[in-house]
Each structure stands twice: as C-alpha cells, then as structure tokens.
C-alpha cells in the first residue's frame, strides 16, 4: 500500500531537491501549523530595516583612554563593548516583547525616567559590565549611547535597573531588587 504524501511549506524543504523527498510533496498552498494556528498559509516574509548609533559618552572615553583612581580599564576597549551590545541588540527586543516591566528604550515622552541598561558578559578577566542609554528617534532608528563600561564581578546596579546577561549557554534577564539583590527574571537559550 502506497503512503500518502505529507503537504509541507517550501522553505522546509532543501533548496537542492526539486520538490519531491522520500514522498513528500511541496505544497506552497498548504495550510499547516504554525506557532498560534493549526491550519495557516505562509503568504510572505517581510524583513524590516532596524538602523541603530552607536554613541560614546564622554565618561566611556575617558575610563577607556585615562582609566580611573584605580589605573586603567582592561577588557573595555570599543570593539569587545560593540560586540557585546550587537549581540544584546535581538535579546534587548526579545526581552522587551515577552516581559511586561522590562523598556530598554527611551523615547522623548519619557525624558524625566532615562532608563539604562546594563549588558554583562562573563569575559577571562570577570565579568564585562557595559551601560548604555537607547533613544527612539523614530520606530525604526535608535541611538545607543555607551555610559561606561568595566570588567569587574561586583559592579553596582541601581535599585530596578535590569542587565541582560549573555553567556555561552544561556541569555539571562536579571533586575536588581531590595537589599542589594539580583533577581533572575527570564532566561532564554543563547541562539546566536
């Protein structure tokens, strides 16, 4: 007896095949499950531009180029703090869309609350602790100001501020709460 073909979407296929695999048949008028429906159509992908500045505040400069009364910040220089922040940038939304407390961006409706956002990542030398400040312009451009940076293991936060953590496993919302306490809000598995 002759098994029926399984309808799939096309882009679950191999671009290489031509269409037919071990008696699957693709179908681009097939209706299948998606993430919110069992029975929908793929009619378009749309990838909209993100364009985003980034900024060094003078305080960044100076603690990269002069150091403190402590000598100068190893582990700050702008390429690893750019890295840092072009990995942050899809979990800063992602983090933004699935909690309901957590704004990384200002907008000019909310100048009197500037919120900063610090990202982390465990580096050889302790952990690298970056702040930035984030502006919408408008709904497609933002300017991200770098405040500071420094690799340190107990770098204070301010009471409610969040910090996105990224590690090789895991990416990890944490905001500081009462007495000085990080409280681990989210995590989601590092995809990058």
Known sequence: MEKKPIRIRTDSVNKEN????????????AFVQNKVTQRARK???????????????????DRYQHGDENGRRDGID???????LQDAIPYLM?????????????????????????????TPAGML????????IDPTFFEITIKT???VEDFRMDFGQYAVEINDKEV??????????????????NML
Request: include cysteine; aromatic fraction near 10%.
């Open 149 to 151: 940076a420094m690799v």
């Open 129 to 136: 602790n970056v702040v930035i400040w984030s502006h919408m």
């Open 94 to 122: 992602l983090f933004s869309a699935s909690h309901a407390g957590f704004r990384f961006l200002n907008h000019d409706g909310n100048l009197d609350e500037t919120v900063k956002t610090v990202l982390q990542k465990p």
């Open 43 to 61: 009619v378009k992908s749309v990838n909209e531009p993100m364009l985003y500045e980034i900024w060094h505040d003078k305080h960044y400069c």
């Open 78 to 84: 702008p390429d690893t703090v750019h890295g840092l």
């Open 172 to 189: 990890i919302l944490k905001k500081m709460k009462e007495r000085r306490t990080l409280q681990f809000v989210l995590t989601f598995p």
């Open 18 to 29: 031509t269409g037919k695999q071990q008696g699957v048949i693709v179908d681009p008028q």
